[in-house]
């Protein structure tokens, strides 16, 4: 078997372990898309229907609280923790890691592929409302700038980079699924909370206050456009960085890991 081949097999083995978390993600982003721009106006003309916090006036104010500094940006979060389940040590608890490491392939390029599936469908869910906010307000007499929806994709992607990072990094260290996934949990609210540490808040690591724009967005004077503070792209620099080093401390466990 050619390595060309052997990677084609391990990709497609990490699309088969992780298709139905990814499908079933995909599905409720896009839902919950749909349903906050179809529905707008029942939403908006029933407010007291609405939790508190999500009552909106205006179209954009209404896309906002529901998508990307509320329910689907929350939702996005806990997708990536499941999206970041890979590793071996999962396998081993399940008795499959014979398999997988009988493969011509090194174990490096085992978890590079399941890294590279994660990362692809981790960009598919998060330009899932770039794609759908734009395409369908228009249906319901609505706009919606598409540059707003790429600024807010952009920032989830950085965000949700660090949660899968943390979700891979648990999974790798720990056997159990649900151990993995509730580390992770607590990984990705831990990392706020260091974020107000003196020393460390200079760094603005508190990626969910990013991803959301709480504190730096603002309206125009009429409240029916939202205006996003510039792209904090050394931020997100900072925060690809941190996943690269998690992912990379993933790899390195899983190389010495007795199976």
């Not at 081993?92 to 493969?103: E, I, K, V």
């Not at 205006?227 to 992912?247: K, T």
């Amino acid at each position: 078997m050619t390595r060309l081949s052997g990677t084609g097999l391990l990709l497609f083995k990490a699309w088969k372990e992780s298709k139905t978390r990814f499908l079933l993600g995909a599905a409720a982003i896009a839902t919950l898309c749909i349903t906050v721009v179809l529905f707008n106006v029942q939403m908006q003309n029933n407010p007291g229907l609405m939790p508190n916090g999500f009552q909106a006036t205006t179209y954009s104010e209404h896309v906002y609280h529901f998508i990307y500094s509320g329910l689907a940006k929350g939702l996005f979060i806990m997708l990536m923790l499941f999206i970041g389940l890979g590793g071996l040590s999962r396998e081993g608890r399940r008795g499959t890691a014979p398999f997988t490491l009988a493969l011509p392939v090194t174990r490096t390029h085992t978890i590079l592929s399941q890294i590279a599936v994660g990362v692809l469908e981790l960009l598919v869910i998060a330009a899932l409302p770039l794609v759908l906010i734009p395409t369908l307000s228009p249906l319901v007499d609505r706009s919606y700038p598409v540059s707003e929806s790429l600024h807010f994709a952009l920032l989830w992607v950085g965000g949700g980079l660090m949660v899968f990072g943390l979700a891979f990094l648990c999974s790798c260290l720990f056997a159990g699924e649900y151990t993995a996934l509730v580390a992770a949990f607590l990984a990705v609210f831990a990392v706020p909370l260091l974020a107000w540490v003196p020393v460390l808040e200079r760094y603005q690591l508190n990626f969910l206050v990013t991803m959301g724009e709480f504190g730096t967005m603002h309206w125009d004077p009429d409240h029916t456009l939202l205006l996003p503070s510039p792209m904090p792209w050394m931020r997100l620099l900072v925060f690809c960085g941190i996943s690269v080093g998690l992912l990379w401390v993933a790899l390195t466990v899983t190389k010495r890991q007795d199976f």
